[in-house]
Every structure is written in C-alpha cells, then in structure tokens.
C-alpha cells in the first residue's frame, strides 16, 4: 500500500467515531499543547519508520552496505522487523505476552499518510502475534485484537522536523530510553543537528543538559573518524560495546587540546590513532586509561620520554589489515560485509592483541616507575624483586646481547647509587 493510499485509509477512519479508542489526549505539537485522539488503526494502514532511534545504527549500516531500505516493500519490511525484534529480544518477549494478555496500553503517534512516529517496536510485535500466530501456536481469537493499533494521526502539516522532535520526546526523552543500543542516541543527535534544532533544543526533547548534548555530538566525531581510519564508514554497528573507551578518549583529547603546553597537533593526532588500535582490540578500564588519561597520576602519553618510546614500538610492531575493504567484497562478492568486517576485525585482533598487550603491560610498568619516582625505597625493592626472579640457566639469558647491555647498565646505575650513600 502505497503512502497516498494509506492517507485516504486514514482520512476514511478518522470520520467514523466507531474508530476512536481514546480522546482528549494531550500532545506537544508545534510549540503547544494540543488535545488529540487515539484511534484504533488496522496494522495493513502502516509502515515503520526505518530510522527509528532504536535502529537507527542497524539501518544506517545495513543500507551503507546493502543499498536503501523501503518499508513499504515485504522483503524489506522484514529486515526492519528484524532489527527491531533482535534489538532486545528478552524485552520484546515480555511486552509480547502483555499484549496478548492485555492489549495495547500505550499508544503510539503516526503520520497522515500512515508512517509510524513512536510505536515501532509495539506495531512490530503486534504485526508479528497476528500475522505469525499460527508459527507461534496461537489462535485467531486469541490475537484478533492484535490486528490493530492504537495511536494518534499527526495533522497534514506534519513535517520532518516535527516527526523527529515528537519521536525524541516520545522515546529518548522517557524511561526507556535506557533500553536503547548506547549508539542511537548519538546519532539522534545528529539527525535533529542536521535539521536545524540548537543543542540546548535537544537537550530539552532527551531530557538531558546542553553540556551533553555537546560531548554526545563530539564523541559521535571521534567515532565516525575510527570508522574512516579502518575503512567502515556509515558502518555504525562496527562500533558495539565501544562507548565508554571513546568518551574517555574524547574527554582526554578535548583536555590536552585547551593546555596546548607541548602538545602539538601531531601529538595529538598519533595519540588518537593508537587509542584507535586499541579500541578495536575492544581494550578498556584501566588499561586502556594508562595511555593517555589526564590528572596528576600521569599516564604513559603525559611523560614524553616514556610516550616517544611507546608510540616507536607500536608504530613498528602493530601489523596491518592483510586485505583492504574492497578487497574483501571483490574477493566474496556474495557474502554479507556485516560478516566479513567482523572476520577482518577478528583476524587483526589476534594478529595484532600480543603486541598491543606487551607494549601496554611494559610500558604501564614504567609508568608506574615514573609514578613513584619520589618513592626511591619502594621502586629498589620492586627492582630487587624482579632482578631476584631472573632465571640465569635459561640459554637466552647468556645469548641475548640486549641482556647483557641491561645488567651493565644495571651494575653502572647500582654503583652511582651505592656511591651516593657513601658520601651520606
């Protein structure tokens, strides 16, 4: 059904009051609040919106890969209501049995000629207890009130702008939000940017400050730049479980760029490309903040000595991707990029996760050295202890020349030290 013959359906329901499941109900609507009613709307009257908040990722990626979606096409509509039902499963198998057990208790917002605002993920589950009830071993009594949804009709004038605003109130802006991939609502927030509205008019529709509105906008950056430096741009669910090392990053990034002191451009840029290798290592916590937090514990891109020393043996040891993007859809033409890049991620992760570790794990050691540098007793003890686990049978420890070179430089360190306390 086409968007103009969903429109007349809907025009044809709304003079027949026999349609009306609620009325006086109230709705934010251009600037004011106006008073609507909800009316019970065959599902066949309606489309999804492909780019609701929360799949949007999932969409953008998919059509990055795969070309545009239609939702009035059957194929298509099945990939949405995928999407929609994988996006929380556990969630989605609740509100299922609360909506064979008590209907739809809360309704959703359409637009005239039928796409649907807020509701989605009810619609879809509500299309898949009718239309799949006898896979799911139900009888058409009981789904038959399931053939219908309850939701308001937007006015004609209903332009994009309005339909995003009402959707980010209407979703991001309640409870649920929570339920949503982190992801989504940094794209929200550049959708609604895109459409002209102010940080501070986001942050009124997410419930949220203008301050973070702000640093959601800049870490969607930051992320969209991780996705161009390994070729996955537009490719947004590349980015699963990634959040909170790029907040940190961002924060870390925005603090050594407004103290400038001798941190040049370059510095930065390289800090971001390491941090970027890691987090495609899926590294976090606390290993991943000792390359490069701000504070006065320091971290490994704070000393410059230990950082230059670092980012050499990254730079040298850290392997590349054995084949490019295009090289893989040349190569497997018929299979799904999804898989692929997850294949390509994977192999590069174990290829490259030894070198990431020992480098980290050295270094974060010095790190901690340099930590304790005004704890001279504390730093010997733990050099005693490590000099003390030095097995001196192993061949390498007579054949490695770089060994050898250390403990003289140990012996000269010692004497320098031993001498100071004589003089004492």
Not at 387 to 394: G, H, I, K, T, Y
């Amino acid at each position: 059904m086409d968007a103009i013959t969903r429109k007349t359906k809907l025009d044809e329901l709304k003079e027949n009051q026999l349609n009306v499941a609620m009325t006086g109900i109230p709705l934010r609507y251009k600037g004011t609040t106006r008073t609507e009613n909800v009316y019970r709307i065959p599902l066949d009257y309606l489309i999804y919106n492909k780019y609701n908040g929360r799949i949007g990722s999932d969409v953008l990626s998919y059509e990055k890969q795969n070309g545009v979606l239609n939702a009035e096409l059957d194929g298509d509509k099945a990939i949405i209501e995928k999407f929609l039902y994988d996006s929380k499963v556990d969630r989605n198998k609740t509100t299922m049995e609360s909506l064979l057990k008590n209907g739809q208790q809360r309704y959703g917002i359409v637009t005239s000629d039928g796409t649907i605002v807020d509701g989605n993920r009810r619609a879809m589950l509500l299309n898949r207890l009718f239309y799949k009830r006898e896979e799911l071993g139900y009888s058409y009594e009981e789904v038959e009130k399931c053939k219908y949804f309850l939701a308001i009709i937007l006015p004609d004038d209903a332009e994009e702008k309005d339909i995003q605003q009402l959707e980010t109130i209407y979703q991001m802006g309640e409870d649920d939000k929570l339920d949503y991939n982190p992801i989504e609502k940094y794209l929200k927030c550049k959708e609604l940017k895109r459409l002209g509205f102010s940080e501070e008019d986001i942050a009124g529709f997410m419930s949220e400050k203008p301050s973070q509105i702000k640093e959601w906008i800049n870490v969607l950056d930051l992320m969209e730049d991780y996705l161009k430096e390994y070729d996955y741009e537009g490719i947004y669910t590349r980015l699963e479980k990634t959040e909170g090392p790029f907040v940190d990053l961002e924060n870390y990034l925005d603090s050594y760029k407004k103290k400038k002191s001798n941190v040049s451009d370059s510095d930065i840029s390289d800090l971001k490309l390491v941090c970027f290798d890691y987090i495609r290592a899926r590294y976090e916590g606390k290993e991943f903040r000792d390359i490069a937090k701000t504070g006065k514990d320091g971290s490994i891109f704070f000393y410059k000595d230990l950082w230059e020393a670092f980012l050499h043996q990254h730079e040298v040891n850290t392997p590349v991707d054995a084949k490019t993007v295009e090289e893989l859809r040349l190569e497997y033409p018929n299979e799904d990029l999804s898989i692929l890049l997850k294949k390509r991620d994977n192999e590069w992760i174990d290829s490259a996760k030894g070198q990431l570790k020992g480098n980290l794990q050295r270094f974060s050691r010095k790190l901690e050295d340099k930590r304790a540098s005004n704890k001279p007793g504390e730093l010997i003890e733990r050099a005693l202890s490590a000099l003390q686990a030095v097995d001196c049978e192993q061949d390498s420890f007579t054949k490695d020349p770089h060994i050898e070179e250390m403990v003289r430089e140990i012996n000269k360190l010692t004497y320098e030290m031993k001498k100071i306390l004589e003089r004492r």
